[in-house]
């Protein structure tokens, strides 16, 4: 944290008292205590320490304990410069929010010792599949460009209702804004920002007129892009809360019926080794082996 520029404050403990407020009465007062603010060269920064506008301050926050969720998170590449990961349903990509510890970014440095492992891109906690990690972090910005630039190429597959009147295969165009501190994000007039190529792989008899796998190729990232587009087509992806309606978020530790969207491929040259990948999650979508078992929360 750097110290602002105000006059009303004489000393770094009154200041970070009163700024982290929200923290809990005597939490901030006992990391100072304890040594756990400290200052550039890594000494602990007593609260007395007077108040000079411009330095920094470092410490770790306090965390809330988190429900762990109980899926495995498996490794399919490791070398040098990456790791990708095939992650499961309900496990954050990087820490957000009220998810720190049970993120992909924070098990995987604990598990393969890789404290400078950074993401490379993101996925959206409900999605399961494959997430490019990056073990060098001065090659992090190298390996975002491939996203950035779009010659990464991305295969989602999706369970979701089976619409005989929809055409497929088809390219869906639209333009998608996602503002800051909604959940949803939205479709709207304006030239086109989100391209996804929707193919039906197959289908299975069920309620109504049954469930299809559709094969997802987005051809830009925008935010729940697939979800969205999925939904607008008449067709929401299975386990969505979101779309086409705000459900609300399930009780912590609720792991039942995961949405059922999964990135099932990642292909790309490595800008780093120039060694040309093509990587496959192994994971299944429950609502197309089993719909019964998803359905039952099972």
């Known amino acids: 944290m750097r110290l602002p520029a105000a006059t009303e404050w004489t000393t770094v403990g009154a200041y970070l008292v009163a700024r982290l407020s929200g923290a809990g ?9 304890a040594g756990l603010v400290v200052g550039a060269d890594g000494t602990p920064v007593p609260a007395e320490a007077p108040y000079r506008p411009g330095t920094y301050v470092w410490f770790h926050r306090p965390l809330p304990a988190e429900v762990p969720v109980p899926f495995p998170l498996e490794v399919r590449h490791r070398d040098a410069h990456i790791v990708v990961a095939d992650k499961p349903h309900f496990l954050a990509t990087t820490p957000r929010g009220s998810h720190v510890t049970q993120t992909a970014l924070a098990r995987l440095r604990r598990e393969l010792g890789l404290p400078a492992l950074t993401a490379a891109h ?5 999605t399961a599949g494959l997430v490019l990690f990056t073990v060098r972090p001065e090659e992090r910005g190298t390996y975002q460009t491939l996203f950035r630039d779009r010659r990464v190429h991305k295969e989602y597959e999706a369970v979701a209702a089976y619409d005989p009147a929809l055409a497929l295969p088809r390219t869906v165009r639209s333009r998608i ?21 929707v193919e039906l792989v197959g289908r299975r008899p069920g309620p109504g007129t049954g469930r299809a796998r559709y094969r997802l190729v987005p051809e830009t990232g925008q935010t729940h892009q697939l979800r969205v587009h999925m939904s607008a087509l008449g067709v929401p992806i299975l386990g969505d809360p979101l779309y086409p309606e705000v459900t609300g978020p399930g009780p912590a530790g609720d792991f039942r019926r995961p949405l059922q969207l999964l990135a099932r491929e990642l292909a790309f040259t490595d800008p780093v080794t120039g060694l040309d990948h093509r990587f496959r999650s192994t994971r299944r979508l429950t609502a197309w082996d089993s719909y019964d078992d998803w359905a039952a929360g099972q």
């Not at 009465?25 to 205590?33: I, P, Q, T």
């Not at 993101?122 to 409900?126: A, E, P």
């Open 122 to 126: 993101r996925l959206d906690r409900l």
């Open 177 to 197: 804004v996602k503002e800051r501190g909604v959940l949803t994000a939205r479709e709207t007039e304006g030239e086109p920002n989100a391209v996804t190529r």
């Open 25 to 33: 009465e005597g939490v901030v007062a006992s990391l100072l205590d």
